[in-house]
Protein backbone atom coordinates (compact mmCIF):
# COMPACT_ATOMS: atom_id res chain seq x y z
CA UNK A 1 0.00 0.00 0.00
CA UNK A 2 3.05 2.25 0.07
CA UNK A 3 1.59 4.04 -3.05
CA UNK A 4 -2.17 4.10 -2.63
CA UNK A 5 -3.82 7.00 -2.27
CA UNK A 6 -6.07 8.00 1.24
CA UNK A 7 -8.73 10.63 1.07
CA UNK A 8 -11.15 12.25 3.86
CA UNK A 9 -13.65 14.27 3.30
CA UNK A 10 -14.45 16.72 6.40
CA UNK A 11 -14.99 19.44 8.51
CA UNK A 12 -12.36 21.77 8.67
CA UNK A 13 -9.74 20.14 10.74
CA UNK A 14 -9.07 16.46 9.87
CA UNK A 15 -7.41 17.66 6.88
CA UNK A 16 -4.42 19.58 8.62
CA UNK A 17 -1.52 17.78 8.22
CA UNK A 18 -0.78 17.84 11.93
CA UNK A 19 -3.20 14.64 11.60
CA UNK A 20 -2.53 13.42 8.56
CA UNK A 21 1.29 13.23 8.48
CA UNK A 22 1.72 10.97 11.65
CA UNK A 23 -0.75 8.47 10.11
CA UNK A 24 0.79 8.89 6.35
CA UNK A 25 3.32 7.74 8.30
CA UNK A 26 2.20 4.77 10.81
CA UNK A 27 0.33 3.02 7.46
CA UNK A 28 2.40 3.58 4.02
CA UNK A 29 -0.53 5.44 2.43
CA UNK A 30 -0.45 8.92 0.75
CA UNK A 31 -3.48 10.47 3.20
CA UNK A 32 -5.37 14.18 2.02
CA UNK A 33 -8.24 15.43 2.89
CA UNK A 34 -10.61 18.05 2.08
CA UNK A 35 -13.08 20.33 4.03
CA UNK A 36 -17.13 21.66 3.63
CA UNK A 37 -19.16 24.02 4.83
CA UNK A 38 -22.39 21.95 4.36
CA UNK A 39 -23.27 18.60 6.01
CA UNK A 40 -25.73 18.49 3.14
CA UNK A 41 -23.55 19.16 0.04
CA UNK A 42 -21.14 16.13 1.44
CA UNK A 43 -23.40 13.69 1.85
CA UNK A 44 -24.69 14.53 -1.74
CA UNK A 45 -20.75 14.00 -3.01
CA UNK A 46 -20.54 10.84 -1.18
CA UNK A 47 -23.55 9.49 -2.67
CA UNK A 48 -22.59 11.20 -6.60
CA UNK A 49 -18.93 9.84 -6.50
CA UNK A 50 -18.67 5.85 -4.99
CA UNK A 51 -15.12 5.35 -3.60
CA UNK A 52 -13.92 9.04 -4.44
CA UNK A 53 -13.40 9.03 -0.55
CA UNK A 54 -12.03 6.40 2.27
CA UNK A 55 -13.30 8.38 5.47
CA UNK A 56 -16.38 11.02 5.69
CA UNK A 57 -16.50 13.67 9.12
CA UNK A 58 -20.21 14.53 8.86
CA UNK A 59 -22.25 15.55 11.78
CA UNK A 60 -24.48 12.51 13.41
CA UNK A 61 -27.52 12.85 12.16
CA UNK A 62 -26.24 12.58 8.37
CA UNK A 63 -24.75 9.63 8.82
CA UNK A 64 -27.05 8.07 10.88
CA UNK A 65 -30.47 9.11 9.10
CA UNK A 66 -29.21 9.27 5.40
CA UNK A 67 -25.73 7.43 4.48
CA UNK A 68 -25.64 4.17 7.04
CA UNK A 69 -29.30 3.18 5.90
CA UNK A 70 -28.84 3.78 1.66
CA UNK A 71 -25.29 1.58 2.21
CA UNK A 72 -22.86 4.48 2.11
CA UNK A 73 -21.09 3.59 5.06
CA UNK A 74 -19.85 0.45 6.62
CA UNK A 75 -20.81 -0.90 10.05
CA UNK A 76 -17.28 -1.21 12.78
CA UNK A 77 -15.99 -3.72 14.83
CA UNK A 78 -17.50 -2.06 18.05
CA UNK A 79 -14.83 -4.52 20.14
CA UNK A 80 -12.10 -3.03 17.99
CA UNK A 81 -12.85 0.38 18.29
CA UNK A 82 -14.47 1.69 21.46
CA UNK A 83 -16.54 4.55 21.43
CA UNK A 84 -17.95 4.80 24.62
CA UNK A 85 -15.18 7.43 26.21
CA UNK A 86 -18.28 9.94 26.26
CA UNK A 87 -18.88 12.50 29.29
CA UNK A 88 -22.49 13.20 28.00
CA UNK A 89 -24.36 9.32 27.61
CA UNK A 90 -26.84 10.90 24.76
CA UNK A 91 -23.76 11.33 22.73
CA UNK A 92 -23.37 7.16 22.61
CA UNK A 93 -26.49 6.34 20.61
CA UNK A 94 -25.86 8.33 17.45
CA UNK A 95 -22.83 6.43 16.85
CA UNK A 96 -24.90 3.26 16.35
CA UNK A 97 -27.25 2.40 13.12
CA UNK A 98 -31.13 2.44 13.89
CA UNK A 99 -33.62 0.95 12.21
CA UNK A 100 -37.65 2.02 12.45
CA UNK A 101 -36.45 4.14 15.23
CA UNK A 102 -34.55 1.09 17.39
CA UNK A 103 -31.16 0.09 17.64
CA UNK A 104 -30.29 -2.55 15.61
CA UNK A 105 -26.37 -2.58 17.16
CA UNK A 106 -24.38 -1.59 14.54
CA UNK A 107 -21.27 0.96 15.19
CA UNK A 108 -21.44 3.12 12.25
CA UNK A 109 -18.76 5.70 13.34
CA UNK A 110 -16.68 7.62 16.25
CA UNK A 111 -17.07 10.70 17.85
CA UNK A 112 -14.90 13.00 18.48
CA UNK A 113 -15.86 16.86 18.44
CA UNK A 114 -19.11 18.31 19.70
CA UNK A 115 -20.64 21.52 21.68
CA UNK A 116 -23.77 24.11 21.34
CA UNK A 117 -23.59 25.69 17.87
CA UNK A 118 -24.75 28.80 18.79
CA UNK A 119 -23.52 32.97 18.49
CA UNK A 120 -20.32 34.35 19.10
CA UNK A 121 -20.06 38.11 20.66
CA UNK A 122 -17.26 40.41 21.70
CA UNK A 123 -18.40 41.01 25.03
CA UNK A 124 -16.87 44.79 25.34
CA UNK A 125 -19.76 45.16 23.29
CA UNK A 126 -22.29 43.06 23.97
CA UNK A 127 -23.11 41.63 26.85
CA UNK A 128 -22.98 37.99 27.36
CA UNK A 129 -26.09 38.04 29.33
CA UNK A 130 -28.12 40.34 26.43
CA UNK A 131 -26.55 37.64 23.95
CA UNK A 132 -27.80 34.31 25.96
CA UNK A 133 -31.22 36.76 26.77
CA UNK A 134 -31.98 37.60 23.21
CA UNK A 135 -30.33 34.89 21.25
CA UNK A 136 -30.57 34.72 17.47
CA UNK A 137 -33.73 37.64 17.56
CA UNK A 138 -30.57 40.02 17.85
CA UNK A 139 -30.09 39.94 13.70
CA UNK A 140 -33.47 40.93 13.74
CA UNK A 141 -33.35 43.72 16.07
CA UNK A 142 -32.94 47.09 13.70
CA UNK A 143 -30.64 48.59 15.92
CA UNK A 144 -28.33 45.72 15.05
CA UNK A 145 -28.18 46.59 11.27
CA UNK A 146 -24.15 46.46 10.33
CA UNK A 147 -23.42 45.50 13.15
CA UNK A 148 -23.00 41.81 12.97
CA UNK A 149 -21.65 38.95 10.25
CA UNK A 150 -23.22 35.35 9.53
CA UNK A 151 -20.83 32.51 9.60
CA UNK A 152 -21.64 31.05 5.96
CA UNK A 153 -22.42 27.44 6.97
CA UNK A 154 -25.81 26.37 5.12
CA UNK A 155 -27.16 23.34 7.39
CA UNK A 156 -26.52 25.75 10.67
CA UNK A 157 -27.85 29.05 9.12
CA UNK A 158 -30.93 27.02 8.13
CA UNK A 159 -31.34 26.00 12.05
CA UNK A 160 -31.00 29.46 13.83
CA UNK A 161 -32.49 31.68 10.90
CA UNK A 162 -35.59 28.95 12.09
CA UNK A 163 -34.95 29.73 15.97
CA UNK A 164 -34.60 33.38 15.38
CA UNK A 165 -38.20 33.25 13.11
CA UNK A 166 -39.84 31.65 15.95
CA UNK A 167 -40.09 28.27 14.32
CA UNK A 168 -39.38 24.98 15.12
CA UNK A 169 -36.74 23.37 11.93
CA UNK A 170 -37.34 19.73 13.26
CA UNK A 171 -41.05 19.50 12.36
CA UNK A 172 -42.76 20.13 9.05
CA UNK A 173 -43.35 23.74 8.29
CA UNK A 174 -46.62 24.81 7.05
CA UNK A 175 -46.45 27.42 3.48
CA UNK A 176 -47.44 30.64 6.27
CA UNK A 177 -44.45 29.42 8.27
CA UNK A 178 -42.27 29.00 5.36
CA UNK A 179 -42.67 32.34 4.12
CA UNK A 180 -41.81 33.69 7.85
CA UNK A 181 -38.15 31.85 7.18
CA UNK A 182 -37.78 33.65 3.95
CA UNK A 183 -38.59 36.80 5.54
CA UNK A 184 -36.47 36.55 8.52
CA UNK A 185 -33.84 35.34 5.89
CA UNK A 186 -33.79 37.76 3.91
CA UNK A 187 -33.82 40.35 6.85
CA UNK A 188 -30.25 38.53 8.22
CA UNK A 189 -28.44 38.39 4.98
CA UNK A 190 -29.61 42.28 3.84
CA UNK A 191 -28.91 43.42 7.48
CA UNK A 192 -25.16 41.98 8.36
CA UNK A 193 -21.99 43.82 7.62
CA UNK A 194 -20.88 40.52 6.27
CA UNK A 195 -21.11 36.87 5.08
CA UNK A 196 -18.39 34.36 4.74
CA UNK A 197 -17.31 30.59 5.58
CA UNK A 198 -14.13 32.14 7.22
CA UNK A 199 -14.53 32.15 10.77
CA UNK A 200 -11.18 33.51 11.09
CA UNK A 201 -12.21 36.92 9.15
CA UNK A 202 -15.19 37.03 10.98
CA UNK A 203 -12.75 36.43 14.58
CA UNK A 204 -10.59 40.17 13.13
CA UNK A 205 -13.47 42.21 12.49
CA UNK A 206 -15.30 41.13 16.25
CA UNK A 207 -11.84 41.73 18.18
CA UNK A 208 -11.53 45.09 15.85
CA UNK A 209 -14.91 46.02 16.77
CA UNK A 210 -16.03 46.20 13.23
CA UNK A 211 -18.74 44.00 14.34
CA UNK A 212 -20.43 42.96 17.63
CA UNK A 213 -21.05 40.03 16.98
CA UNK A 214 -21.96 36.83 14.63
CA UNK A 215 -24.23 33.82 14.09
CA UNK A 216 -24.21 30.27 13.59
CA UNK A 217 -20.82 29.97 15.00
CA UNK A 218 -19.57 28.21 18.30
CA UNK A 219 -16.52 27.08 20.41
CA UNK A 220 -14.82 25.75 17.30
CA UNK A 221 -15.02 29.39 15.13
CA UNK A 222 -13.63 31.67 18.25
CA UNK A 223 -11.69 28.73 20.26
CA UNK A 224 -7.98 30.00 18.26
CA UNK A 225 -8.58 33.39 19.03
CA UNK A 226 -9.26 33.49 22.43
CA UNK A 227 -6.22 31.02 22.91
CA UNK A 228 -4.45 33.83 20.98
CA UNK A 229 -5.38 36.58 23.67
CA UNK A 230 -8.83 37.61 22.55
CA UNK A 231 -10.74 36.62 25.86
CA UNK A 232 -13.37 39.37 25.37
CA UNK A 233 -15.12 37.21 22.63
CA UNK A 234 -16.62 34.24 23.88
CA UNK A 235 -19.49 31.89 22.08
CA UNK A 236 -23.08 32.11 24.04
CA UNK A 237 -26.02 30.16 24.41
CA UNK A 238 -29.05 31.70 23.50
CA UNK A 239 -31.32 31.02 27.07
CA UNK A 240 -34.40 29.78 25.48
CA UNK A 241 -35.73 28.75 21.85
CA UNK A 242 -39.16 27.47 19.94
CA UNK A 243 -37.80 23.52 20.43
CA UNK A 244 -38.66 22.21 23.39
CA UNK A 245 -37.74 25.84 25.33
CA UNK A 246 -34.15 25.11 24.16
CA UNK A 247 -32.12 28.00 22.92
CA UNK A 248 -30.03 26.30 20.36
CA UNK A 249 -28.76 23.22 18.96
CA UNK A 250 -25.81 20.66 19.90
CA UNK A 251 -24.16 18.58 17.00
CA UNK A 252 -21.66 16.07 17.57
CA UNK A 253 -19.25 14.60 14.57
CA UNK A 254 -19.10 11.26 13.44
CA UNK A 255 -15.82 9.78 11.55
CA UNK A 256 -17.27 7.05 9.36
CA UNK A 257 -15.81 4.41 6.86
CA UNK A 258 -17.61 4.86 3.44
CA UNK A 259 -18.46 2.03 1.69
CA UNK A 260 -16.42 1.10 -1.30
CA UNK A 261 -13.02 2.35 0.51
CA UNK A 262 -10.24 2.01 -1.65
CA UNK A 263 -8.00 1.30 1.70
CA UNK A 264 -11.33 -0.10 4.49
CA UNK A 265 -8.47 -1.29 6.46
CA UNK A 266 -6.25 1.87 6.94
CA UNK A 267 -9.63 3.90 7.23
CA UNK A 268 -10.37 1.52 10.40
CA UNK A 269 -6.80 2.22 11.76
CA UNK A 270 -7.59 6.15 11.44
CA UNK A 271 -10.20 5.90 13.42
CA UNK A 272 -7.86 4.44 16.09
CA UNK A 273 -5.91 7.07 15.16
CA UNK A 274 -7.88 9.83 15.76
CA UNK A 275 -9.11 8.10 19.40
CA UNK A 276 -5.28 7.95 20.46
CA UNK A 277 -5.46 10.31 23.65
CA UNK A 278 -2.55 12.41 22.20
CA UNK A 279 -4.07 12.39 18.98
CA UNK A 280 -7.56 13.58 20.56
CA UNK A 281 -5.77 16.12 22.20
CA UNK A 282 -3.96 17.34 19.21
CA UNK A 283 -7.46 17.61 17.14
CA UNK A 284 -9.05 19.30 20.15
CA UNK A 285 -6.49 21.88 20.14
CA UNK A 286 -5.98 22.43 16.13
CA UNK A 287 -4.97 26.07 15.58
CA UNK A 288 -7.99 26.97 12.96
CA UNK A 289 -10.75 24.82 14.92
CA UNK A 290 -9.89 24.40 18.62
CA UNK A 291 -12.73 22.42 19.89
CA UNK A 292 -14.07 20.42 22.82
CA UNK A 293 -13.99 16.47 22.44
CA UNK A 294 -15.92 13.39 23.43
CA UNK A 295 -12.88 11.53 24.45
CA UNK A 296 -12.73 14.51 27.43
CA UNK A 297 -14.46 12.14 29.74
CA UNK A 298 -10.86 9.82 29.45
CA UNK A 299 -8.71 11.10 32.48
CA UNK A 300 -5.62 10.10 29.64
CA UNK A 301 -6.77 12.59 27.07
CA UNK A 302 -8.39 15.47 29.96
CA UNK A 303 -4.88 15.42 31.88
CA UNK A 304 -3.31 16.50 28.53
CA UNK A 305 -5.64 20.32 28.39
CA UNK A 306 -3.49 22.95 30.18
CA UNK A 307 -5.47 25.58 31.46
CA UNK A 308 -5.14 28.10 28.69
CA UNK A 309 -6.75 24.91 26.73
CA UNK A 310 -9.25 24.85 28.70
CA UNK A 311 -10.64 28.69 28.77
CA UNK A 312 -9.58 28.75 25.07
CA UNK A 313 -12.43 26.15 24.58
CA UNK A 314 -14.57 27.68 27.27
CA UNK A 315 -14.86 24.22 29.19
CA UNK A 316 -16.07 25.67 32.23
CA UNK A 317 -19.65 26.45 30.92
CA UNK A 318 -19.91 23.74 28.42
CA UNK A 319 -22.46 21.36 30.56
CA UNK A 320 -24.65 24.23 31.61
CA UNK A 321 -24.94 25.60 27.65
CA UNK A 322 -25.32 21.87 26.58
CA UNK A 323 -28.43 21.81 28.57
CA UNK A 324 -30.01 24.34 26.69
CA UNK A 325 -29.60 22.92 23.27
CA UNK A 326 -31.66 20.37 21.48
CA UNK A 327 -29.86 17.65 19.65
CA UNK A 328 -28.89 18.57 15.81
CA UNK A 329 -31.26 16.77 13.67
CA UNK A 330 -32.45 17.01 9.84
CA UNK A 331 -35.26 19.36 8.82
CA UNK A 332 -37.98 17.29 7.38
CA UNK A 333 -38.28 20.46 5.35
CA UNK A 334 -34.46 20.75 4.45
CA UNK A 335 -34.07 20.99 0.73
CA UNK A 336 -36.89 23.56 0.61
CA UNK A 337 -35.44 25.67 3.48
CA UNK A 338 -32.20 25.11 1.75
CA UNK A 339 -33.50 26.66 -1.65
CA UNK A 340 -34.89 29.39 0.34
CA UNK A 341 -31.76 30.11 2.43
CA UNK A 342 -30.15 30.55 -1.22
CA UNK A 343 -32.82 32.90 -2.86
CA UNK A 344 -32.77 34.97 0.63
CA UNK A 345 -28.67 35.27 -0.07
CA UNK A 346 -28.87 36.24 -3.62
CA UNK A 347 -31.79 39.01 -3.42
CA UNK A 348 -29.93 40.17 -0.54
CA UNK A 349 -26.64 40.73 -2.97
CA UNK A 350 -26.15 44.36 -3.62
CA UNK A 351 -26.72 44.74 -7.76
CA UNK A 352 -23.81 44.67 -9.23
Keep these: MADAEFRILCWEGYEDETVLAPFSARSGVRASGEHFLSDAQAVRRIVASPGAFDIINLNSPYTQQQLYPAGHILSLDAEAIDPAHTLFPELLAPLY ?43 SDASNTGRYGILEFPDFNILHICFGAGLNPFKPLSPAELD ?48 AGCSQIEAVTPERGPVDGKGAVMFMEMTSVVAGARAPRQAVEFLKHILEPSRAHSIATLQSVR ?24 WDTLEEELSRCVEFDVPPDAEELGRRLDAARQDAQPPA
Aim: aromatic fraction near 10%; glycine fraction near 8%.
Design 97 to 139: ARADGADDGNLIGVGQRFGPFNLVVNTSRLSPKTAADQGFHLA
Design 180 to 227: TFSGTARLWFENAAMVTGDHTALNTALACGDIDFYLSSGRFSVAAARA
Design 291 to 314: NPVVQMADPAVFDLFDRADLDAIQ
